[in-house]
């Protein structure tokens, strides 16, 4: 039975995650695909997915995420276009420019650099009520 109910995060939609880069892991180069990814070490380069990215809270991507959906847990030195959505949890340090039509930024998440938000939409804050520690 497949469930109809529409979350209001991106974990709650985006279903498996068959690509995962490990806390102790290092990739350079680029990333591409329809699947969903977690970032849990460093990784380099340019993301251009057709599917969810998550960086981990200890993961550190230095370089530009293109993806629907993307979850910001870890440091990201870089910019984002979140064609979908883009949310921000409290333990994000993110140091560059962020696109995405709908941002969520829980209480305690860090950025330094510019918004932009094409739809006419609003930043929703939010104070982290999940277990921390699941991505």
Do not use: W
């Not at 039975?1 to 709650?12: A, L, S, Y």
């Not at 829980?106 to 609003?122: C, D, L, P, V, Y």
């Amino acid at each position: 039975m497949q469930n109809t109910k529409k979350g209001r995060r991106v974990t709650d939609e985006a279903g498996q995650f068959s690509s995962l880069l490990g806390p102790s892991s290092c990739f350079e180069g680029v990333l591409t695909g329809s699947d969903n990814c977690i970032v849990y070490g460093r990784f380099e380069g340019e993301c251009l997915l057709d599917g969810t990215l998550v960086l981990g809270e200890q993961g550190h991507f230095v370089g530009d995420i293109k993806a629907p959906n993307v979850i910001i847990s870890g440091q990201l030195d870089g910019d984002i276009e979140a064609s979908e959505k883009l949310e921000l949890t409290a333990t994000a340090r993110v140091n560059g420019c962020v696109r995405s039509p709908i941002l969520a930024m829980s209480e305690g998440a860090q950025h330094i650099g510019e918004i932009i938000m094409r739809k006419e939409s609003e930043v929703t804050r939010f104070k982290e009520k999940r277990e921390q520690g699941v991505l």
